[in-house]
């Protein structure tokens, strides 16, 4: 078909899959009942194209974190969804929140860091460099904000020595604040 109708059409067929897939199988977090359920419908259609269509079952370690934050003397505390980042090094921290910058050489305080938890903002130099620079300077954790809306997903490179979490724009600032 020379008009374009057969491209128009498998583009509307398309649409109307992703559309259906997306509102009956989401969320859908690994690991979860919703994947595989929606590991199976994919199966299913595929197989109905003529794929021949195996699931394969493998093993995912996830990691969770809790980020409880005290002020002493302030009413409210802000809470602070975060995230792990991928390959974040195990263990529990606690201490005094010391706000780093960017993590960059010279953004440290001058007092140093030492049993503190480094709070860094996104950007600039990678997630691996803020991480190994605030461990080597005594870091317990790191905390990393955004530096647009929203929380965020985070991978460094080789495990790291201290705990890293991630956390939204609107947190670090409320944070910092």
């Known amino acids: 078909l020379r008009d374009g109708t057969l491209s128009a059409r498998l583009a509307g067929q ?54 409880w934050l005290e002020a002493p003397g302030a009413a409210d505390v802000p809470e602070a969804p975060n995230i792990p980042l991928t390959l974040s090094g195990l ?36 997630f691996e460099a803020k991480v190994d620079r605030l461990a080597e300077a005594g870091a317990s954790a790191a905390v990393i904000y955004n530096n647009r809306p929203g929380l965020f997903r985070g991978t460094l490179v080789e495990e790291s020595s201290i705990p890293a979490v991630s956390i939204s724009a609107e947190a670090g600032a409320t944070l910092l604040d």
């Open 91 to 126: 263990g529990q921290a606690s201490g005094s929140l010391v706000d780093v910058g960017e993590a960059r050489e010279g953004d440290l305080p001058a007092q140093g860091i030492q049993g503190k938890i480094a709070l860094a903002r996104r950007g600039t130099i990678t």
């Open 14 to 67: 398309a649409e109307v899959f992703l559309k259906t897939f997306t509102s009956a199988f989401s969320p859908r977090a690994s690991g979860t009942e919703q994947e595989l359920a929606a590991a199976e419908y994919l199966a299913g259609a595929l197989e109905s194209m003529g794929y021949a269509v195996v699931l394969q079952p493998f093993d995912v370690d996830i990691i969770s974190s809790d980020l």
